[in-house]
């Protein structure tokens, strides 16, 4: 056996129902991918985790722009990688991915993207296709589990053949609902991971980047002619009545195959670019065309500016998940209001989640308070109802001290920054550089709530936590030195029991409000769900270790 053989690991074919999440593991472990790395973030979290319980080496990083960055080193020493990420999380690594468009790569490098339309947890709706063509990056849009599996291969291929990363997306309903996946055998790599210099390709200063953008657009128009031939097999024509044609892709496509199965399909798996000669033969072979797709019309658009004539869906439609009813409508030319949706039970804090405590207190002090991205953004809802901003991971330290900066003093003194543990090592950090480089005058605290865990996305490791997404031990980085090593006046450590957390808390709140110091609060308590999974920690790394021995915490 050589090297290169060695890199693939044992294949037994099989027919299995898998989510795409776990379609594409699969995909990912079949093709000898040496290395995934990313940041959890819903619907994307469980194909990492799903890739390491096949045996694949895989890892949590601190953001998306560090596993982004990451993995482009791995692909550039030739070896296959991965980097997941949902699609708010493609904005925090969007600066190496524009640029790694002009570097290339020298071995199969996947994005996996899933969007999350209807915003089932996420704060906007984003379509990652706009990403494809802003960056000049070939995407992939498979439509259920099966094409995860077999579009994962494909991306593989198509990032190797033209020294590319290539992004995969999905959608909530893609990545989470389970399908009939036939495995099969894939291509492995053709040799292990080495590095070979070459300071022009991978070193964008403006004279090496310049050559690369025009290698780039070269790449484009031979991706987009292999991908209007029949070689590609990302396109697929399903013949019907010619009455009616209809163009889609990703899970669009499954919802309009069952609201018009007489109909003709052009289904598009690749969607950037598009394979516009294609389009064009199959347009003028049916009477009426209709392109549907879930998210923005950007399939539409980019047929009708090659001069192709297609009808689009209505605004209307735009918003939220499309589903089979949707799609009669649109076919239909109804845009009338669909049926409310029965209102269900909404999200809360855990009946024994520690930020109750937290929240609690916040009700009798009257304050400003900037949120951020976790459990605790709960507390905006009753019974607590204190939260005045939530915009993005980390925004809520520098959103503070805005605030801060800005509003006369009686208002000033009345402003807290809220941010998670998780979130606190997602982007948080360099927020607490801002707070001590660029003090208000009235000071500043953060309330960073320490769970010890990444709670909202299922529990999963953090550099915090001083274990690996194997639960494995490893360096712990301890947020009270973090601060106090950057200069943060005040640390303090609380414990928020339910006994008397709620009046120390309100107490100690009230002491620093009225300093003009920075101040760090870091509320340590461990989730209540994360009491099971403990009892695993405690097998590979004794609790004292892993959270270096604080009271109570996790």
């Keep these: 056996m050589n ?3 060695a890199l693939q690991p044992t294949f037994q074919p099989a027919r299995l129902l898998l989510s795409g999440n776990e379609a594409l593991a699969y995909a990912a472990y079949h093709s000898g991918v040496q290395l995934g790395t990313g940041y959890p973030g819903t619907p994307s979290t469980e194909m990492l985790e799903n890739f390491a319980k096949l045996g694949g080496h895989a890892q949590w990083a601190p953001n998306e722009k560090v596993a982004f960055e990451v993995a482009l080193g791995a692909a550039i020493a030739k070896g296959r990688t991965v980097v997941t990420m949902k699609h708010v999380g493609l904005n925090v690594a969007a600066d190496p991915l524009f ?3 002009y570097t290339g790569v020298a071995a199969g490098f996947v994005v996996f993207v899933a969007d999350d339309f209807g915003m089932a947890s996420s704060q906007n709706e984003q379509d990652t296709r706009y990403y494809a063509k802003a960056a000049g990056l070939p995407l992939l849009d498979p439509s259920d589990s099966q094409d995860a599996y077999d579009f994962f291969a494909k991306a593989i291929e198509i990032s ?7 992004i995969l997306r999905t959608t909530t309903r893609v990545s989470h609902s389970k399908s009939i996946v036939t495995l099969h055998e894939l291509p492995p790599p053709l040799q292990p991971p080495h590095f070979v210099r070459d300071i022009p390709t991978y070193v964008m200063i403006p004279a090496y980047a310049r ?12 991706i987009q002619e292999w991908n209007d031939s029949s070689i590609s097999s990302l396109q697929r024509v399903i013949p019907g009545d010619s009455s009616l044609g209809i ?3 990703g899970i669009a496509y499954i ?17 950037f670019p598009l394979p516009l000669e294609t389009i064009r033969k199959f347009v003028a072979s049916v009477e009426r065309c209709v392109v549907i797709e879930e998210g923005d019309p950007i399939l539409a658009e980019a047929i009708r500016a090659a001069g192709i004539h297609v009808e689009s869906k209505p605004p209307l439609y735009r918003l939220g998940e499309l589903n089979v009813q949707k799609v009669r409508k649109i076919l239909n030319y109804d845009i009338s209001p669909d049926a409310a949706v029965p209102r269900g039970k909404p999200p809360e804090l855990c009946p024994a989640c520690p930020h109750r405590t937290v929240f609690s207190a916040f009700q009798s002090l009257n304050l400003i308070i900037t949120g951020d991205i976790g459990c605790y953004t709960l507390g905006v809802l009753e019974p607590f109802g204190e939260m005045d901003t939530c915009v993005c991971m980390g925004a809520s330290i520098g959103m503070g001290l805005g605030m801060r900066h800005v509003l006369p003093e009686d208002q000033a003194r009345r402003v807290l920054s809220v941010i998670g543990d998780g979130t606190f090592m997602h982007s948080g950090l360099t927020g607490l550089l801002e707070m001590v480089y660029n003090p208000p005058p009235t000071g500043h605290i953060v309330l960073i709530l320490d769970n ?31 601060a106090r090593g950057i200069g943060v006046q005040n640390v303090i450590v609380f414990d928020p029991d339910p006994k008397d957390g709620e009046e120390n808390l309100i107490k100690l709140v009230k002491e620093y409000l009225v300093k003009n110091d920075t101040t760090v609060i870091i509320v340590r308590r461990p989730c209540i769900l994360s009491a099971k999974k403990e009892k695993e ?18």
């Excluded at 190797?160 to 290539?166: G, S």
């Excluded at 657009?217 to 031979?222: N, Y």
């Excluded at 919802?255 to 969607?271: D, Q």
């Design 3 to 5: 090297a290169a053989t």
């Design 99 to 101: 640029t790694a468009a």
């Design 160 to 166: 190797e053949r033209w020294q590319l990363p290539i």
């Design 211 to 222: 050559p690369a953008h025009a290698r780039l657009l070269k790449k484009l128009d031979e």
């Design 247 to 249: 163009i889609a892709s």
């Design 255 to 271: 919802h309009a195959r069952e609201a018009a199965p007489h109909a003709c399909f052009l289904k598009i798996g690749m969607p």
């Design 452 to 482: 010890g865990t990444t709670a909202m996305t299922g529990l999963q490791e953090h550099p915090g936590t001083g274990r690996t997404l194997d639960m494995h031990a490893t360096g712990q980085v301890r947020i009270e030195d973090v």
């Design 537 to 554: 920690y405690k097998k590979v790394i004794p609790i004292t270790e892993a959270r270096g021995g604080c009271h109570g915490c996790g």
